[in-house]
């Protein structure tokens, strides 16, 4: 199963400088796990443990086909073969 | 340095006016490593706040995808101050996640939506790290300016 991932120029350095790799899992909580075994510490930047559960970074937004995975199940979004998996990080401040 | 044309300082400013008391937010993209802000894109600040912005996350994505189709990216990220400085706020700071970009900060906090001077500051923030940078403005491309004329006539 390949899912397509692409990665924001902040979260290249641990792609080596690929703006898109491929990944792996029916979830996407299993996709981030598979991408971590791929390039260490890219987890890290995008969940966060929250009183005791995993959850997405609040400015990290992730989409699968163009839909923001909040709406869709967050962490348990489902993934099929050729899904397109976007990574972006919010633009916003104070 | 940021190096910018006067017609797209003008519209930052304009957008900068036109949303207080609430923080103005938006981009101005380039063709990918030129450094040339060119296509102004003011975008809705989600928060509605006169203290926060962020992209509404939907129109994040549209963005993005419309960058990537033109082979540019974000030369410049701005945001306007309503009520304090032109200087990145340590949530601008924990935030910023464009290393390539000009972080653009606007201060409406004198004149309001009124005419008037703005702060009009530039900054490059990266790994939390802020660095204030000379801001230059350059004549209006005249050029392109023409162009986008003739494809709008129709």
């Known amino acids: ?94 | 340095m940021l190096t910018i044309p006067q017609d797209i300082y003008d519209a930052v400013v304009a957008h900068a006016r036109r949303d207080h008391p609430d923080e103005a937010c938006g981009v101005v993209a380039g063709p990918e490593g030129s450094d040339r802000p060119e296509r102004f894109i003011p975008m809705v600040n989600a928060a509605g706040s006169p203290t926060f912005y962020e992209f509404d996350s939907t129109e994040l994505l549209a963005l993005y995808k419309d960058m990537d189709a033109r082979d540019e990216e974000p030369v410049v990220v701005y945001h306007s101050h309503t009520a304090t400085e032109a200087y990145p706020s340590r949530t601008d700071i924990g935030l910023a996640s464009e290393p390539n970009a000009h972080y653009v900060l606007v201060s409406t906090r004198e004149h309001g939506n009124s005419e008037g001077p703005v702060e009009f500051r530039s900054y490059r923030i990266i790994d939390g790290v802020v660095t204030e940078e000379d801001v230059t403005i350059t004549p209006t491309a005249a050029t392109e300016t023409v162009q986008s004329q003739k494809r709008s006539t129709p």
């Open chain 1, 1 to 94: 199963m390949a899912i397509e991932v692409r990665i924001p120029t902040i979260l290249r350095t641990y792609t080596d400088g690929a703006k898109s790799v491929e990944g792996d899992g029916g979830t996407l909580s299993a996709l981030i796990d598979d991408l971590e075994g791929n390039h260490p510490g890219i987890k890290e930047r995008l969940v966060e443990d929250k009183s005791g559960s995993v959850d997405l970074r609040r400015f990290v937004n992730v989409y699968i086909n163009d839909e923001d995975v909040r709406f869709i199940g967050g962490l348990d979004a489902e993934l099929s073969d050729g899904d397109q998996v976007v990574v972006l990080p919010a633009v916003a401040g104070g």
